[in-house]
């Protein structure tokens, strides 16, 4: 048995705190805190030898995520890398227990909502989350404040996973997806700004039209009944039209992908990233899981013919 480690790796702060987690819990397993376990799968490391594409990443890590039993990580930042937000949904789908750490002092809120969360209110249902912070700003003994932070909650999180993992692994109940109710899901996060609402208008309007039906996700309310109305969508519609889609998008995307319903991203940004592996606008984890539009109007010729 082991964990997967989902982490953002794209930078060398995120690498080492990312090697530090997997150390640890390496440590913990060592220690014999959690029987039966081998070392972490931390991606890129761990991928292997014959990974050479961006798509190979995608089936390397899938397979990693397919043959692991829980999911570890940080997440940490103003913004959350997409690819990690998939891996946990998709983990979940699984009936993965998931364990992550945030260290933010910030919460969120979404749309009208007056409640504020740490990551957000899907990650906290899908996930155990460790939230350890500090505002303190002042100058004294600062470095040690942080350090102090980080070693509370790598306590807080070996005693969750002692708790999880200990004793008795349960066998995984993975998500089935249910009889479809409605053609299709629509990204909660189409409503959060105006420009995107006036984008839901027109992608319900198309659906109407196309004499189909859908169902607006809500992320803010009870979230248990919104995973249900995305299990019973035969399709769900993802906004990526931000640098960074926002985390629940990429969480809800990673559980439509994991119950076989491959999902459609819709994605006119110009902004792209460059890598060793790929020049694209969208993570590896969202591209090769999903259907991408790069416009309204491919959108509504998919939606009329599907």
């Given at each position: ?44 490391r761990d991928d292997g030898d014959n990974v050479f ?73 899908v996930a155990t989350v460790v939230a350890v912070w ?39 109940v993975p998500l089935e997806p249910l009889p479809i ?126």
């Amino acid at each position: 048995m082991r964990f997967y480690s989902e982490c953002r790796l794209y930078n060398a702060n995120a690498r080492l705190i990312s090697l530090d987690l997997t150390d640890r819990v390496d440590s913990w397993i060592a220690e014999g805190l959690l029987p039966g376990f081998t070392n972490c799968f931390l991606p890129y490391r761990d991928d292997g030898d014959n990974v050479f594409t961006e798509e190979d990443y995608f089936n390397a890590d899938v397979n990693a995520i397919n043959t692991s039993v829980g999911i570890i990580g940080f997440l940490d930042g103003a913004t959350f890398d997409s690819g990690c937000g998939w891996e946990i949904g998709y983990g979940y789908s699984k009936g993965y227990p998931i364990h992550l750490i945030t260290t933010d002092f910030l919460r969120w809120y979404a749309g009208s909502s007056t409640e504020c969360y740490h990551i957000s209110k899907l990650t906290q249902h899908v996930a155990t989350v460790v939230a350890v912070w500090n505002e303190n700003q002042s100058i004294s003994s600062y470095r040690q404040r942080q350090v102090d932070i980080l070693e509370q909650a790598f306590t807080a999180f070996r005693i969750n996973l002692i708790n999880d993992f200990n004793r008795f692994v349960a066998p995984k109940v993975p998500l089935e997806p249910l009889p479809i109710l409605y053609d299709y899901y629509l990204d909660p996060n189409f409503d959060y700004t105006e420009p995107s609402q006036m984008l839901l208008r027109e992608i319900e309007n198309a659906i109407t039209q196309a004499g189909k039906t859908f169902v607006l996700g809500d992320n803010m309310g009870d979230i248990e009944a919104d995973i249900t109305n995305l299990r019973q969508s035969g399709q769900a519609i993802f906004f990526s039209d931000v640098f960074e889609p926002n985390i629940d998008s990429a969480i809800l995307h990673g559980i439509a992908y994991g119950i076989g319903r491959k999902p459609i991203v819709y994605c006119s940004k110009k902004q792209r990233f460059h890598s060793e592996v790929a020049d694209d606008y969208l993570s590896g984890m969202i591209r090769y899981s999903a259907a991408v539009v790069r416009s309204l109007a491919e959108l509504k010729a998919l939606v009329s013919a599907l």
